[in-house]
């Protein structure tokens, strides 16, 4: 069985910083993209950041030049390093990965998710 847990959410006040790290864990045999994906009250689930086993990225035109995805093959951890936090960035964070299990089967596995909070 695959699982993705985050960690490092909490409350920053606007101009701050918070890094996120996902870690991915279980019977894996390989981890194609893994992304960030945030989803704010009464809003729809949307993507902020995506990394793939290449190491190309890309962002939502909202946290460009604020935001970076970075990953760590050797440990399946992928990261989101978070600067100059605005309030409308107040969401839950959750990560994902496309992961192949060693039996084979490949799936999209979600983490359970972390409260970020840009408030004064």
């Known amino acids: 069985q695959v699982q993705l847990v985050e960690s490092g959410g909490g409350l920053v006040q606007p101009g701050g910083s918070l890094r996120l790290s996902c870690a991915a864990s279980?019977?894996?045999?390989?981890?194609?993209?893994m992304g960030w994906y945030r989803q704010a009250p009464g809003k729809q689930r949307e993507l902020v950041a995506g990394?793939?086993?290449?190491?190309?990225?890309n962002y939502a035109d909202s946290v460009k030049g604020r935001f970076t995805i970075s990953r760590d093959t050797a440990k399946n951890t992928v990261m989101l390093q978070m600067n100059s936090l605005k309030p409308e960035d107040t969401a839950t964070y959750y990560c994902?990965?496309?992961?192949?299990?060693?039996?084979?089967?490949?799936?999209?596995?979600w983490g359970q998710g972390t409260q970020v909070t840009v408030s004064s």
């Open positions: 990394i793939r086993s290449s190491g190309s990225t």
């Open positions: 279980g019977s894996i045999f390989s981890i194609d993209a």
């Open positions: 994902n990965g496309a992961i192949q299990d060693t039996s084979g089967y490949e799936d999209l596995y």
